[in-house]
Nanobody, 118 residues
Framework: QVQLVESGGGLVQPGGSLRLSCGAS????????MAWYRQAPGKQRELVAIITSGGRTNYADSVKGRFTISRDNAQNTLYLQMNSLKPEDTAVYYC????????????WGQGTQVTVSS
């Protein structure tokens, strides 16, 4: 069983930056692929970025070059550095564990709100 807790969301102006964190309980964090998803109002949840247990990363086209996913296995923490934020990045961001590029894993955090607005 893995418990995930996100933090770092908030209100930011267009062009600004935010860094999301996801703390994980349990000693098997390092063995899991980890990902960030987001869900905007009225839209389906979508994969934003994924990092494998081996450190390989992949991103949705909409965030490539602006977002960076990383992990610190010693601290059991997943990060999402978001730069050059746009209003269309506004969503609830969720941490997910144990999945792949094609399907989400079974472990979800509670979500953190990111609002990009002037």
């Amino acid at each position: 069983q893995v418990q995930l807790v996100e933090s770092g969301g908030g209100l930011v102006q267009p062009g600004g930056s935010l860094r999301l964190s996801c703390g994980a309980s349990g000693s098997i964090f390092s063995t899991y692929n980890m990902a960030w998803y987001r869900q905007a109002p009225g839209k389906q949840r979508e994969l934003v970025a994924i990092i494998t247990s081996g450190g390989r990363t992949n991103y949705a086209d909409s965030v490539k070059g602006r977002f960076t996913i990383s992990r610190d296995n010693a601290q059991n923490t997943l990060y999402l550095q978001m730069n050059s934020l746009k209003p269309e990045d506004t969503a609830v961001y969720y941490c997910n564990g144990g999945g792949s590029w094609w399907s989400a894993g079974n472990y979800w955090g509670q979500g953190t709100q990111v609002t990009v607005s002037s």
